[in-house]
């Protein structure tokens, strides 16, 4: 007989962050999470979490995943009846924002029940084999002394890459921190930058240019996510490959990027992608455009799919949930390191959830 959903239920968290996620548009301070637990009509339950980035969202995020939930109940616990049956609800509205969010949300609970009913890793669920996945260490904008401090914690863990952000008041200040970084790091592990959609189109012209004899392995975001054309002219007057995707709302908007061109490099967010599902597709897309494919964040449900993705590079390691699971990602001499236990790698401490609730 089908495994059925039995019933949905989210609980809102704000876990704090042992180093705030600094930009040059704001800072994350504390990391407001969503968690989600799926129960099937077998007992099993799957898990997964949804970062907001705002406390302001999480309680409209929750009221819509409650409502879905109400939704599937009945529903075959299989990752493709739930979405096509969630789908079917948002044809009129338009599936984006909190609505890919959610539907996310729900698509990895649905994958890792699958993988935990399984009792199998959901890297073998997908069709691959766990290994080690190389890892980056992903910081923010923390200027030169807290940059150089923390380019010694990345060498001491193993990373053989690391990531700031910049963006700062001038051109000289972001060359300051980005060349002490570097004399930090020496040969032992490189560098990538992410300006977070700071700047105008010239101006990220004029500044990536300026950081082409640096080596640097990438520059993330140098202007607004959704443009496209703006981001393919950077790309086209910059030597170092020029890295997008975080904020694709759906393969679609993907699609659309490449075939603009606007990117060397692309790294979809899994909430944002949409789920575990879409993640598949995103996959096949970068792997047909030739394109090396990281992740963004949710570090634990990506550790397993970086291996079954054709164009994997780099896993961001940016932990904004550990403290709140039973077993956290694993980082070993910079690799990330997949759990033999079932399902995609996130379980709930309890104790914690308790303590951080939102």
Not at 52 to 70: F, H, I, M, R, W
Not at 340 to 349: H, I, M
Request: glycine share 8%; hydrophobic share 50%.
């Amino acid at each position: 007989m089908t495994s059925t959903v039995r019933s949905l239920t989210s609980r809102a968290v704000s876990v704090p962050l042992a180093n705030p996620i600094r930009t040059a548009s704001g800072e994350v301070t504390h990391a407001p999470l969503l968690l989600i637990d799926l129960m099937t009509s077998d007992g099993v339950v799957g898990y997964a979490y949804l970062f907001t980035y705002t406390p302001l969202v999480l309680a409209p995020l929750k009221s819509l995943v409650d409502s879905l939930g109400a939704v599937i109940a009945g529903v075959p616990a299989a990752p493709a009846v739930v979405l096509r049956t969630l789908d079917q609800r948002f044809r009129l509205l338009g599936n984006t924002g909190l609505v890919t969010m959610a539907l996310a949300g729900i698509d990895m609970a649905v994958w890792d029940a699958l993988a935990r009913a399984a009792g199998l890793p959901l890297v073998r669920v997908l069709g691959g084999a766990p290994k080690p996945v190389p890892a980056y260490f992903s910081q923010g904008m923390d200027g030169l002394e807290r940059g150089v401090e923390l380019a010694h914690e990345c060498l001491e863990h193993g990373f053989q890459l690391m990531k700031i952000k910049i963006g700062y008041q001038t051109l000289a200040d972001d060359l300051a921190v980005i060349e002490a970084v570097q004399r930090t790091l020496g040969d032992r592990a490189g560098l990538a930058v992410d300006y977070n959609q700071s700047l105008t189109v010239p101006e990220a012209i004029r500044r990536c240019a300026a950081l082409d004899h640096l080596g640097l392995a990438w520059i993330e975001e140098p202007t607004r996510q959704e443009d496209n054309a703006g981001h393919a002219h950077i790309a086209e007057a910059t030597t170092t490959p020029i890295m997008i995707g975080e904020n694709w709302f759906g393969v679609h908007e993907m699609a659309r990027s490449i075939e603009a061109r606007a990117s060397d490099l692309v790294m979809p967010d899994l909430m944002k992608i949409g789920g575990v599902t879409a993640w598949q597709q995103a996959a096949a897309l970068a792997a047909g455009a030739r394109l090396p494919m990281g992740s963004h964040l949710f570090q634990e449900v990506t550790a397993h799919l970086m291996p079954v993705t054709p164009t994997a590079s780099w896993l961001e390691y940016l932990d904004v949930a550990g403290p709140i699971l039973e077993e956290p990602l694993k980082i070993e001499r910079g690799m990330a390191i997949l759990s033999a236990q079932p399902g995609s790698g996130v379980r709930w401490d309890e104790a914690a959830v308790t303590q951080f609730a939102a």
